[in-house]
Each structure stands twice: as C-alpha cells, then as structure tokens.
C-alpha cells in the first residue's frame, strides 16, 4: 500500500481537525461567526446546514480557498497555518468539489497526476502513478480504467477520480461538498461503500450535503449550522431527520408531501415520438411518448443529461423537435418558423426553468422587472401601447412576494440580492400565478434550502388541486417519488419505463436510471 503521510507533528490522541473561532466576513455579509468545530479522526462527520449557512465558507477556509478573519485551525492536535490549498493538500486534507475539476480530454492517469509530477520527466511519475492506482483501487473498491479518457466516464466514476486524485496526494482528510447531486441511487450507495472502506482504514472524511437521509446513513455525527453560525455537534444515532430538519430552520418543518390522490382528468400534454437531435449531431430525444392530464403530476427521474432539458426546451418553445405535441386537442409547431416561448404562453404553458439564473432571471435587473418577464404585454401592466405601467407591475410584484413568502419582499431588490430559495420563488409566483394549464417545472429545489423546499412542494401541489397538469423534471429521487403522481424514468433520450409511486420503490428506479430493466437480478 502507499506510504501514509507522515507529519510527525501529529497528535494521535487528538482530533484530525478543530477549528477554533473562525470568522470570515464578504463586506457586510457576516458568512462565519465564531465558529469552533471538532472533527474526531477516523470518523465520518457530516455539516448540514440551509443555504448561506456559512458551510462552504468555512470548509474552503479549511482548505485554503478563503483566510479567515479570525480564529485558528488545528490539524492531528498541532496549530496550522492553511493560506492556499496547496498547504491544505501537505497538511493531509484533499477536497472533492460539487464540480468535478478533472481535464475531460486526459486520462484518468494524467489527471491523477496532474500538478503532482514527481519531476520535469512525466514517465517515471505515470508509472508510479499505475501501480499506486492498482493498489488504491483493490483497497477502497475505487475500480476505475487509468487510460479511459474523462469524458467517456460516468459521473459516478469521474468522481472516483477526484478521491482518487486526493488519496494519490496522501490526504488523510477528505472533504465532499454535496457528493451525491448527480449520481444515480446505485452509484450513491458505492460511493457510500467507498466512503466506508476509507473511514476503516484511519481516514477522516467530513460531509456537506442538504439529503438528511444521506446523514443519517453515513455519519458517525452531524454539526448543523444556521445564519454563519455553528448550532451544535450531535451523534448520529441520537438525531432525526426531522430534529436536523428543525435545528437548521429554527422551526418544524413537514419532510414528507402532504398531498391528496391525484383525481386526474382530460389529457392536458399529448407528446408522440418526440425526437430532437442537436446541432453537433447528436440525438438527444428518441422517439418519446407520453401525457400528462389535468390534475395530476407527472415526475420525470432520470440522472441529468439524459434527454430532461431538451424535452422542457421544446415544450417550452426554445428548442426545435420532430414529432407532435398536442395542448388541449391543438398542434403545437415543432420547427420554431411559427411559435416560440411567447407562443406558448399564450397556450397556457407556464415554464420554471431548471437554472434559474441563467434562464429564469436577468440577475442584474430588479424583482418587478423580473415578475414582467415574458408577461410584458398584459394589458394589466400597460398603460397605453407605447409606455408599461411600471407603478401596476411593483404593485402586483409586492402581491406576488407576500404570498409567496419572498424575502425581503422588495420588489426593488436585484434579483442577485436574493438567496437562491427566494430567487426561485420569485419565478415560480410568476408562472404559477399566470394560472397555466400546464406547468413545466424544472430541478425546483435545486440549490434551496429545506425550509424553501417545503413551500415550494405545498405550491406545486396546490396547483395541480385546482386540476392543472404538472410535468416535473428533478434528479432529486425523494423529490419524484413524494411529489408525483405518475413517474417516467428517462435514459439516454428514451423512456425506460413508467410506474406509479405506490407501486415501486428507488432502488428499481435506480435501475431504470441506469439504463436497465429495472428489475434486480
């Protein structure tokens, strides 16, 4: 095996990490206050916390991204000085990103060495890299080809190349933010094996992500923070996903949908053979088929990159398909000559983006700018043909943010000013108050914390109560399964399957997912 880092300054005795009244401010936002933390060694400790909690900050201070205003960091009992990342990665610590920093046209191989080169001669460095590989990968069960390049790997095992990446620099301390967001249920629990084998042998590794369930699996103790301050460090068996749930939000919050059966009605969507190939070629969309009715929510599950964003920019009208599609009984135009996005709207389909800040905002522009957005021609909001009624658009803005709970609710506001929750807020009181007949409702709580999300299920259910139709695309499989009332499982531009909730559980939509049957073996 690899030799382990020897920093013989190291106190076995003492914890791998404790970070003593740390506090970083941006300007006025105060993102860490005082915060002291201890992480025992050999331990999977997981940090939770909503958005802008201050987790992030205070993990890259660890790592060298972000110097502390204040406060000091001990590694194995000794006083460390951790001004860059490269002095995180000599004092043990490795960190695997919520997104991947690999070099997607170099090997698995180059990438592991890459800034590690052991000198100006890149043989010797590759070969010793092989072999350390091989006994990396038999160990950990981090199985993963060398000379694959990155872009022809999976998610999944790309991110085995970031721990491997880690492991290859001696980390003894490894940090994953949000590990789990792009993986199928199948490549989680191996990566929780992974994790596992690692904790068996002495390494410490420290856990940020917003899936209770994945705390509560995997951790040996959680530390909750709230508003850039640390709330408390408790063992995992002595919690509950609903006690993290409570101290993150400061209140109780409902973890589970709370939702009627669906009583579905006529066909809202009729899609038929949908295809859609890009402009590099590539078929994105075979030959789709499918409906959604009034009433009820159809979930599409799929890992991201499967087809779910092509299928929302044709319904949405940005993207051109073959194929038909039918709102209520009427053709929709596929090839972009005769309908767009205004189009639609006037069809009755109202669209939540899945990136919020790329295409459901213009981030530099005010929230009553943003409310008007694709709306801009109701006459409510138009003085005469010539002037918009800008007075009538804050007005309706100020209604739309107190019943969707923005805060703060000033429509004056940049929409850059507001945390990711309230800026999905915003686009949602938009759409959904338009009173569409179908919503195309992409990642809705990507990126938003527990509190946020519970209001948003409540809306989303709300809608389909007053018998709207509601296509969901989420990679969230908790969010599928408690919000839907039907689910379709999408794989590499097909449907592999369609099941009922009920009826199903996530380790066959997994399978689905992953381009099976969805059957064990």
């Not at 690899?2 to 936002?29: C, H, M, W």
């Not at 060398?146 to 998610?155: F, G, K, Q, R, W």
């Not at 970031?162 to 993986?183: C, F, N, Q, S, W």
């Not at 002495?202 to 209770?212: D, P, R, S």
Request: charged share 25%; no cysteine; net charge negative.
């Amino acid at each position: 095996m690899q030799d382990a880092p020897q920093l013989g300054r190291q106190n076995t005795a003492a914890p791998a990490i404790e970070l003593r009244g740390i506090s970083k401010a941006f300007g006025p936002v105060q993102a860490n206050k005082d915060i002291s933390i201890s992480v025992e060694r050999g331990a999977i400790h997981g940090i939770v916390g909503e958005n802008g909690a201050g987790k992030s900050t205070l993990m890259s201070i660890l790592y060298g991204f972000y110097k502390a205003d204040a406060g000091e960091i001990f590694i194995g009992g000794e006083r460390t000085a951790i001004p860059d990342s490269q002095a995180a990665i000599s004092a043990g610590i490795g960190m695997v990103h919520q997104h991947f920093k690999l070099v997607e046209n170099f090997t698995v191989l180059e990438n592991v060495v890459l800034g590690a080169e052991d000198g100006a001669l890149l043989r010797p460095s590759l070969a010793k890299a092989r072999k350390l590989l091989t006994e990396l990968a038999k160990e950990y069960e981090l199985n993963v080809d060398p000379d694959a390049l990155i872009e022809n790997l999976s998610v999944g095992h790309q991110q085995r190349v970031e721990i491997l990446k880690a492991l290859y620099r001696h980390a003894d301390i490894l940090i994953l933010d949000e590990p789990t967001g792009v993986l199928t249920p199948a490549e989680a629990d191996h990566l929780f094996r992974i994790l596992r084998n690692l904790k068996n042998e002495g390494k410490t590794i420290i856990l940020i992500t917003h899936k209770l369930r994945e705390i509560m699996d995997v951790t040996d103790t959680v530390s909750v923070m709230r508003r850039g301050e640390m709330k408390g460090t408790i063992k995992t068996a002595d919690t509950s996903p609903e006690d993290l749930a409570e101290r993150m939000v400061g209140r109780k919050v409902l973890l589970q949908v709370d939702k009627t059966p669906a009583k579905p009605g006529k066909s809202v969507l009729e899609v038929k053979d949908l295809r859609v190939t890009d402009s590099k070629g590539v078929v994105r969309l075979k030959g789709i088929s499918f409906d959604v009715r009034a009433g009820e929510i159809l979930g599409i599950a799929g890992v991201s990159g499967n087809g779910q964003s092509e299928l929302l920019e044709v319904l949405g009208g940005f993207e051109t398909a073959t194929g038909d599609i039918h709102i209520n009984g009427h053709p929709i135009d596929l090839t972009g000559k005769f309908s767009d996005g205004q189009s639609r709207r006037a069809q009755g389909i109202a669209h939540v983006p899945e990136d919020r800040q790329r295409e459901g905002l213009i981030m530099d522009f005010m929230a009553w700018e943003n409310i008007a957005f694709g709306y801009h021609n109701d006459p409510a909001y138009n003085k005469n043909v010539l002037l918009m009624d800008n007075a009538a658009i804050r007005a309706d803005t100020e209604g739309k943010m107190e019943r969707f709970d923005v805060r703060p609710p000033n429509p004056r506001l940049q929409a850059k000013n507001f945390s990711g929750g309230n800026q999905q807020k915003i686009v949602l009181a938009r759409e959904i108050e338009r009173n569409p007949d179908l919503l195309l409702v992409g990642q809705p709580t990507r990126g938003v914390d527990i509190g946020a999300i519970e209001f948003i299920h409540q809306q989303i259910v709300a809608l389909r109560d007053q018998g709207k139709a509601i296509l969901l695309v989420s990679v969230e499989l908790e969010e599928i399964m408690s919000l839907s009332d039907r689910i379709a499982v999408m794989f590499d531009g097909q449907i592999m399957g369609e099941r009922l909730p009920g009826e199903t559980d996530e380790k066959e939509l997994g399978l689905l997912m992953a381009g099976m049957n969805g059957k064990a073996a």
